[in-house]
């Protein structure tokens, strides 16, 4: 282990502020504010009555165009939270004056080994020290005065395979736990862990692999278990703990989530046709937070094919069921069931869908689904409920203690699958040799046709269900019902803000159209509606300084929407995508707006090279390799269409030898070879004759220019 370490110990903060259940409800000292993870807060200062005055504080501009996913966190009048990369920044809570920042100076390689953009989920804090995980698999421990570090250690078994951590640490007793992400990348995934290093000398305490190895010479009770759930030929990958994490400080368990088996497909994973469980992928598993061992373990979705993590965000809550107080562990997964599990034992209590699904009619005596003939996409195309970012994913919920509802953003939205077993494209960078295209406005069955093969139309309302939309749901998790709801996007794919309950009768989120809105958390009564320009993936939090209550929250759009194009009635199609914190406080003024989103300008193209041939195999490559990232139109990312020429010009030194790998935009030259990149270039330079040609013709007609095509959003 490679280590790091600088100064000393650091001031010590507060310490009943860093009590994993803050008995001090002005602060907000951990992700979720306390151990139970409720994203709830006692406050009532902004309440229902006078929420309707809630308006600006301040703001601070992190400098960056992708999304921000992290909650902040308070302590004693400083908040602390990350960015892009993993950097930190360190703010006066009251009025968002910069006091240092940290950046991790990140291998920018590693920029093209996430799946979902270069995201960091926030920081922890403990102590006088701030944690945080670098997108490269460095845990830092920060002096919390000053950012300077203290201790970093390497957190990845090997840099050859394609791992990021894009997590939050979890402090868990004496350790702070990290786990990491890449079970979606390359031909088969990677093998999924968490690692536990000692709080304050950063020293490895243990580790835990999520999924076994044939070549372990010494696995323990729990690997020899999962072994035998696996194909006898298979090599198991994933697993991945790239989110849900929880403590429980009175049992001394750290649970975790763990995602898809990898890769998605089952012929993939099960070389001698077998059908296997594939354990720990997809299940939520509690670890002895002192040894690491295995205190029990629940599979959401055995045998998983339709990447079905169980790496959404856990709520520890005290239940009354049948009579009895029962001490619970809640989650809403990615496959569209809500779980309610006996903390202790695992046992499961309930299990219901909070959303549609049509892979599965419920769950066995045994706590296992029971699949449909829609959830074998193998032999034909299959329109699946939830879609592969889940009907709830790594966005918070919100448990009230007040109306004791869990507030879920959920995406009620399908997917067309495919496996890309004899056809024209087999394989893409990020689903394996799957193909997954969102029944929404963007979905082009013909076009997508010479690519992936021939796929169902659904025209006129005619088919199955095929409803996209999102929405807000108030869920009594005791009689998994609805109590209340309201729809927040439609018609695309997309991610709107987690979600924060408070004392005040108050829920509140963001949205991928700019908009702040606050219910009453009762009844869902909309209270108050801020436009603020700037799309939000993250959970708003609240506290005080000096009496004065304040609502703070991240914005910025991206994530697993990385290589989607912004819908029409999103922020980012009208506003630049600007990424920073805004706190909100009441008798406040108008939110600022960003910039304006430039109108598309297609300029003269170079000349157009390559033969036909040449730029069908471009085409091919790009969706291969590109396409996941890099969107035809307006996205958090350049359309590749519309690269200045000084960019053009060293197009395959960028691609082949990672001129911009600082950017993000590491090399493939072990994937790529010369002529391939030419051949992509070609192809990006015939599409953008085509945008060029169009925009030419439109001015002529008198009308305005457009932009392409969306491509699907992703989770992680």
């Keep these: 282990m490679k280590m790091l370490r600088v100064g000393a110990l ?58 921000l996913e992290a909650t902040p966190i308070v302590v004693d009048g400083t908040m602390y939270t990350s960015g892009n990369w993993g950097v930190v920044y360190a703010l006066d809570a009251a009025t968002g004056k910069a006091l240092w920042t940290f950046d991790p100076k990140n291998d920018g390689q590693v920029g093209r080994f996430t799946c979902c953009d270069v995201v960091n989920r926030g920081v922890a804090v403990w102590q006088g020290r701030v944690y945080v995980a670098s997108l490269d698999g460095r845990l830092i421990a920060l002096a919390a005065r000053d950012g300077k570090p203290v201790w970093s250690v390497d957190t990845l078994i090997d840099h050859k395979q394609p791992y990021s951590v894009t997590g939050l640490p979890q402090i868990a007793g004496g350790v702070v736990v990290i786990g990491n992400s890449g079970a979606d990348m390359g031909k088969g995934g990677v093998r999924g862990y968490v690692t536990a290093y000692d709080l304050t000398s950063g020293e490895q305490r243990w580790r835990f692999f999520t999924v076994p190895s044939r070549s372990d010479p010494q696995p323990d009770a729990a690997m020899k278990a999962a072994l035998w759930s696996w194909d006898a030929n298979s090599d198991p990958r994933g697993g991945t703990v790239w989110a849900g994490m929880s403590y429980d400080p009175e049992l001394n368990f750290v649970y975790i989530g763990t995602g898809n088996a990898a890769p998605y497909q089952e012929r993939g994973r099960n070389p001698s046709g ?30 998983d094919n339709l990447d079905q993590d169980a790496d959404a965000p856990f709520v520890q809550a005290t ?35 909070y959303t549609y699904v049509n892979w599965a009619t419920g769950l066995d005596a045994r706590g296992r689904p029971v699949l449909t003939k829609t959830a074998n996409y193998r032999e034909q195309p299959q329109l ?52 997954g295209f969102p029944m929404d406005k963007t979905y082009d069955p013909q076009g997508l046709e010479p ?10 309302g005619r088919g199955p269900r095929h409803i996209t939309h999102n929405l807000l749901r108030a869920w009594d998790p005791i009689r998994q019902t609805t109590v209340w709801e309201h729809e927040t996007s439609r018609d695309y794919l997309v991610y ?50 000096a009496g004065v209550q304040y609502v703070a929250v991240m914005q910025g759009y991206g994530g697993g929407a990385i290589g989607s194009e912004f819908p029409p009635y999103s922020a980012g199609a009208h506003y630049m995508n600007e990424g920073r914190i805004i706190a909100l406080r009441l008798g406040g003024g108008a939110v600022p707006l960003p910039p304006p989103q430039p109108k598309v300008v297609f300029q003269r193209p170079p000349p157009r090279a390559g033969s036909a041939a040449d730029i069908d195999r471009g085409a091919s490559l790009y969706t291969t390799h590109c396409a996941r990232c890099h969107v035809f139109g307006v996205g958090p990312l350049p359309d590749l ?32 070879s010369p002529a391939d990149v030419a051949d992509i270039h070609d192809y990006l330079i015939g599409e953008a004759w085509k945008g060029f040609e169009a925009q030419r013709a439109a001015a002529a007609a008198g009308a305005g220019a457009g932009g392409g095509a969306g491509a699907s959003a992703r989770p992680h």
Aim: glycine fraction near 14%; charge should be neutral.
């Design 384 to 435: 699946i409920y939830p879609n592969y970012n889940g009907g709830h994913s790594w966005i918070p919920m919100s448990y009230s203690a007040q109306t004791h509802l869990v507030y879920i953003p959920v995406i009620d939205a399908p997917m067309v699958w495919v496996d890309l077993y004899n056809k024209p494209i087999q394989y893409v960078e990020g689903t394996f040799a799957v193909g």
């Design 274 to 303: 077998a059908h296997g469980d594939d354990l720990y992928a997809c299940s939520i598993i509690a670890l002895d937070a002192a040894t690491g061992k295995l205190a029990w373990y629940y599979q959401t979705t055995p045998g």
């Design 641 to 672: 269409r519309r690269i200045p020429p000084d960019v053009s010009n060293i197009f395959d030194d960028i691609v082949l030898h990672g001129r911009l790998a600082s950017l993000g935009m590491g090399r493939f030259d072990d994937l790529l």
């Design 496 to 545: 709107d803000g987690g979600v924060l309950s408070t004392g005040g009768n108050l829920v509140l989120q963001g949205g991928i159209d700019g908009s702040f809105n606050v219910y009453a958390a009762d009844t869902g009564r909309v209270l108050k509606k801020l436009q603020t320009g700037v799309g939000t993936m993250a959970a708003p939090m609240t506290y005080e300084v």
């Design 451 to 460: 690519s992936f093969g021939k796929l169902p139309a659904f025209k006129d």
């Design 319 to 353: 239940l009354k069921v049948g009579g009895h107080a029962r001490n619970v562990l809640m989650q809403a997964a990615k496959n569209g069931f809500f779980y309610v599990l006996d903390r202790k034992t695992g046992e499961l209590i309930s299990g219901k869908p």
């Design 10 to 67: 650091g001031m010590l903060l507060c310490g009943s502020c860093f009590a994993q259940g803050s008995a001090d409800p002005a602060q907000w000292p951990v992700a979720g504010r306390d151990a139970a993870g409720t994203y709830y807060s006692p406050l009532g200062r902004i309440n229902d009555r006078n929420v309707g005055t809630l308006g600006f504080a301040w703001e601070y501009q992190t400098g960056t165009f992708r999304g």
